[in-house]
Structure formats: C-alpha cells, structure tokens
C-alpha cells in the first residue's frame, strides 16, 4: 500500500516537473528588451495566474517578485497536500523550513536597518513554518528584539537561539551573530530529525550535510579574507558536514590565504574551488566562490530527481528544481532592470 501512494505522488511529482522552465526560456527572458517584455512572456508561461494576481498590486520588478512569491507558496502547498505520509512530510519540511530561517533572517535585517515594512514583506516567503499573518506580525515589531520577544512568546522554536545570542549581538551589533545561531539551529535540529536508518533519511541527510560543508566554506573564505583570527572565526562553524569535519575546518582557517584555501580542497569534492580562475583583476571576489558552490548544491540537489523512484528522492529533486528556477528568473529580471548587459547577466545565472 505505501508504495501504491509513494508512486503516486512521484507520479505527480513528474508531471508538475514538465511544466519547469529549461534553458532555452532563460535564454529567451535574457534577450527581452526590459521588464514589461519580460513580464509579457511570463504571462505564456505556467507563472501566468500568478502575474495576473500580482498586476492587481504592483507593477515591474516589484510585480515579477510578488508573482514568484505567490507561484512559489502556491507551488509548496501543492507538494505539501501531496506528501500525506508522516515520514514523506518531514522530509518536505526539511527543506520548506529554510525559508522560514531566511524570513527572520530579512525580518531582523530590515528591523536593524529600518527599512519600511512593505518593503519587507515583499521580499518574504511564506513557505514553511511562519505563515504570512505571522510574518507581518512579526514585521510590526518595533525593532530586533521585538521580533525575538515575539517569538518567543509565541514558544516557536528558532526564539531559543535568537534569545541565547542576543546578549552578544547588543554587545557587538553585528547581526552575523543572530545570522549564524540560526543557520547552526536549523542544521542540528534537521540532524537530528534525520537519525533513522531508512533510505529517505539517508538521502536527504546526504544534502542537508553537503550543505553544512558548503556554509561552512563560505565562511572560511570570509573569514580568511577578513583577517579574522582563527580562534575566533572557529565560534562561527557548524558541526556536521559530510567532507569536512571541524578538524578539517580549522585547519582550512590556518592557511595563509583564500587561494590556499581552496588549495586545500582539492582532495574533496570541493575541488573545483581550486582550479577556478579570477574572471576579473585585482582582490580575489568571495562571490564568485559562493556562486559556483551554491551551483553545486544546486546539481546535487536536482540529481535526485535520478534516485530510487520509490523513494522522496524525486520530490526533493523537483523542490531544489523549482528554487532554481525561481531564482534565475528573479536574477535575469532584477539585472533587466538595472540596465547590466547580458553578458554580464549570463555570468549571474546558474544554469544547471
């Protein structure tokens, strides 16, 4: 009976892949002349109702944004109300309860910075845990430790090491703090939720460890880059990864330089770091890094969609496929609109 239903919703799953966008569409949006050609030929394309439900509020970037924002949400409720299995959800919401982590994340930002709250909420997505009434609610908080209190009161989890590290952050105000108690919360607690010894559990750890790695080479490189003392910058790791243990870690953070840091993964499957040349003179861009290991994770992502068909492997595949695609699309409208030439634009988009 439980492969019955596990084929089933695979089946599903399939079928709503057809409707992704391939690389000639990408191709297509980047040769647009501006944003209302781009929005023209989205409206052809399955994020059509989506424009439409937009158009009522806003217009140009703001209105690609909302419609991707509405498509997105949309798009996970459907893969939720599929994922009726108990074992299935949890490793749907895995994945769905990043978003709400980069929600807090943009919450706390903005409230740090003072940004207007419209412009807040445009930039969330109400994907995980956190509704959207929850969220605005959130944003009507006077200032970070509003949000945090709030939180708190409302006993949701991600309050605990918002609550354990505000104490640093008053010290210091550097945000990265709050930033990086939440990345290890949501890592650990996602460890933990994977400890079974099933196939599903196993795949999906396989990408949640493949991610802590990834995290935690992005903050190497900062940190190397930075001149930030080891001991130091070692508060600011998280436990866990598949390849680098936290041995493996500082001894990346002791070497001389980012160049031989990247040196220094060529053993792993990281090693396309060290034989990436500097597309443009002078400092060594960390972005250019952080680009081609997010690329990774990406293809390690949607290479799912090849594992065992019954399994939540195909599911997970769709999930990273989908973000991809929203993400490029956003990258090709946003470098639209501000006027970048497409070669620039191609060098931003991460075709996988």
């Known amino acids: 009976m439980i492969s019955v239903y596990i084929e089933y919703v695979n089946a599903r799953v399939r079928g709503m892949k057809r409707h992704l966008m391939d690389r000639e569409f990408f191709e297509k949006l980047m040769n647009k002349p501006d944003i209302d ?12 109702e989506a424009i439409e439900k937009a158009s009522v509020q806003s217009s140009g970037i703001r209105l690609i944004d909302q419609a991707l924002r509405f498509n997105l949400v949309q798009t996970y409720r459907l893969i939720l109300s599929l994922v009726r299995d108990e074992a299935f959800e949890k490793h749907v919401r895995i994945f769905l309860e990043k978003w709400d982590i980069q929600n807090i994340k943009t919450i706390i930002r903005g409230k740090n910075v003072h940004v207007p709250g419209d412009e807040i909420l445009a930039c969330l997505v109400p994907a995980g845990q956190l509704d959207e009434v929850t969220l605005i609610e959130l944003i009507k908080q006077p200032d970070v430790r509003g949000v945090i209190d709030l939180l708190a009161t409302w006993d949701i989890a991600y309050a605990r090491p918002l609550t354990e590290r505000f104490g640093k952050y008053a010290e210091k105000k ?179």
């Open 174 to 352: 550097d945000l990265a703090i709050l930033e990086y108690a939440l990345d290890r919360f949501y890592y650990e607690r996602a460890l933990q939720l994977l400890a079974r010894r099933s196939i599903d559990d196993r795949n999906v750890r396989d990408l949640i460890t493949m991610e802590i790695d990834v995290v935690n080479i992005k903050s190497v490189l900062r940190l190397i880059r930075d001149g930030v003392k080891p001991e130091d910058g070692k508060n600011v790791l998280i436990d866990g990864g598949k390849i680098l243990d936290m041995q493996a870690l500082l001894d990346l953070l002791n070497t001389a330089s980012v160049r031989a840091a990247r040196a220094a993964l060529k053993d792993t499957p990281y090693s396309f770091l060290s034989t990436l040349t500097k597309k443009r003179q002078g400092n060594e861009l960390i972005s250019e890094y952080e680009k081609e290991l997010d690329r990774y994770l990406i293809e390690q992502g949607i290479g799912m969609f090849k594992g065992d068909p019954l399994s939540i492997a195909g599911t997970i595949g769709y999930i990273a496929a989908k973000n991809n695609e929203i993400t490029n699309i956003r990258i090709i409208s946003h470098c639209k609109g501000a006027y970048l030439p497409e070669e620039e634009i191609r060098e931003e988009v991460l075709y996988v």
């Open 37 to 48: 050609a781009i929005i023209t030929e989205l409206e052809k394309t399955p994020y059509h």
